[in-house]
């Protein structure tokens, strides 16, 4: 159950560092294609969620082991 749990976790941190990845490319992309201004926001925002998906991708396996605590390991 805790290898499903764990595997879940990393799908979840793999999608928003994958997301936010390509928004801060599509970002930079737009400025520099359209000469429009930057948005620092938007690339901070996007930014975050990257960090946020690395560190749930470096702490899925204790998360994991947190959550399936209380389940027999079959």
Known sequence: MKRAVQMVIRYI???LIVVGGLNVVLE???HGRVSAALNLW???LWAVLI???VALFAKA???ASR???D???E
Do not use: E, I
């Open 13 to 15: 941190a793999a999608g």
């Open 28 to 30: 930079f992309a737009r």
């Open 42 to 44: 938007a690339c901070l």
């Open 51 to 53: 960090a946020l998906g």
């Open 61 to 63: 396996s204790a998360l």
């Open 67 to 69: 959550l399936t605590d």
């Open 71 to 73: 389940f027999d390991d």
